[in-house]
């Protein structure tokens, strides 16, 4: 098979989440593990930093990654859903893998793949584990799909785990309470293995410092020891690390002052990296990998600017919290008039979102391109009982150029609600 028959092969064959939902979800470790065993157990082959969260995992394994790579280590990076191009999954130094080496794995694991059927996300784990062990990285990020506990990508034993905000989001898959959703979090700590956690957050707090307890494992709450400020341009920042200056006239260059938590967690699991493994990552690294993460590392859909006047952004927050951190930096942007063009998928309970959006900007309702997808008709119809108003578009694209046609130049036009609303945009 070429390339493309090799893709066409994968999305056929194996049930895929991003498309279909729950029905792809595989709730254990078995075929992961099969397909691992069936590599010669890659997972074991290589030093790991596991990070899971509700909101802000993808940010922080790329933000660790180009601090990584800004330090000369060789760096393999996992992450998910892609938003253009598989290939966006599994890199090593920034560089997406070759269309040849999923060609290459896909062949050589078909016999595998066959008996044991696994899902999409479980296999394409079991390639940026094979692709990771056979690069030889020097330290791999790798970001949890789903959950924690029961996601594919835990069967390996990562030097640090890291977890992000807890927040609502696959409920009916997670749990209903948030510690419920921080247990399945919590279940990639493993036993003496630090665990660096980004936001202490009261509700869940007790969940992690239990599982530590459990595993023994040192529990760090890294906004505890670091503290960000701003400046008036929201650019610059400073950090603060135990009240002492750490970093001066820092910029990230993942625009949106909600970065603010996923630094602090990153840079403590730098921290303690250095302290525990003796290595000697610099402030000048993190300085650098901070400034320079989307060119290092490729991340698109983070508060992303793609044009001006009218001022156009893009951001995959599609969750409760995620929505209202991205309105929160909606509000510290000037603009004369808001124009929202919004999507989602048909399994997301709206009800808490829609109460977040404002009544006041104009709405392009549209529908992301999968199975999942809530047609523009119904969701408007949803938003209407919330005051929303807007019409709908037969696509994302055509919502997409009839915000920015009716966008005065002082405006701002924001394509959100859903990872697959944003990716289907021309100009990311």
């Not at 008039?337 to 709206?350: A, E, I, P, R, S």
């Amino acid at each position: 098979m070429n390339y493309r028959e090799t893709l066409h092969y994968l999305y056929s064959t194996v049930p895929m989440f991003q498309r279909i939902g729950t029905a792809a979800y595989r709730a254990d470790l078995h075929n992961t593990l099969a397909l691992c065993e069936f590599l010669n157990h890659p997972q074991h082959q290589f030093p790991a930093i596991h990070v899971a969260g509700t909101n802000g995992k993808g940010s922080s394994s790329h933000l660790l990654a180009a601090i990584f790579q800004s330090a000369g280590y060789r760096t393999g990076l996992y992450t998910s859903p892609h938003l253009k191009n598989f290939t966006e999954r599994i890199r090593l130094n920034g560089q997406e893998i070759g269309q040849a080496d999923v060609v290459e794995f896909v062949e050589r694991c078909r016999p595998a793949i066959e008996a044991i059927s696994p899902s999409f996300f479980e296999l394409t784990v079991a390639m940026a584990y094979d692709f990771f062990a056979r690069q030889r990285v020097d330290i791999a990020i790798v970001e949890v799909g789903l959950g924690g506990r029961l996601d594919a990508t835990n069967v390996i034993q990562p030097l640090i785990s890291l977890i992000t905000n807890i927040s609502y989001d696959h409920q009916n898959l997670l749990g209903d309470t948030l510690p419920e959703i921080a247990f399945e979090k919590a279940g990639i700590v493993k036993v003496q293995v630090p665990v660096i956690i980004s936001q202490y957050q009261s509700e869940v707090a007790a969940v992690f410092a239990s599982k530590a307890q459990q595993t023994t494992s040192p529990i760090y709450f890294a906004d505890h020891d670091y503290r960000i400020e701003w400046q008036a341009d929201q650019i610059h920042f400073q950090v603060f690390r135990q009240g002492q200056l750490f970093l001066a006239d820092a910029v990230c260059e993942l625009k949106g002052l909600y970065q603010t938590k996923n630094i602090v967690g990153v840079l403590k699991t730098v921290e303690i990296y250095n302290e525990r493994y003796q290595k000697n990552i610099q402030p000048d690294h993190i300085r650098q990998g901070l400034a320079q993460v989307v060119a290092m590392t490729g991340l698109k859909g983070r508060w992303q600017q793609l044009g001006t006047k009218p001022l156009v952004v893009a951001d995959t927050g599609h969750n409760e919290d995620g929505i209202r951190q991205v309105l929160a930096q909606v509000s510290l942007t000037p603009h004369e008039h808001l124009h929202l063009v919004y999507g989602t998928v048909n399994d997301k309970d709206l009800s808490k979102i829609l109460t977040l959006l404002p009544s006041q900007a104009t709405y392009y309702f549209c529908c992301p391109d999968i199975p999942r997808g809530l047609t523009a008709e119904i969701l408007c119809e949803q938003a209407a009982a919330y005051q929303l108003r807007g019409a709908t578009y037969l696509s994302v694209m055509a919502a997409y150029q009839a915000a920015r046609a009716a966008a005065g130049p002082a405006d701002l036009v924001l394509v959100g609600g859903s990872t697959f609303v944003v990716a289907e945009l021309d100009d990311l």
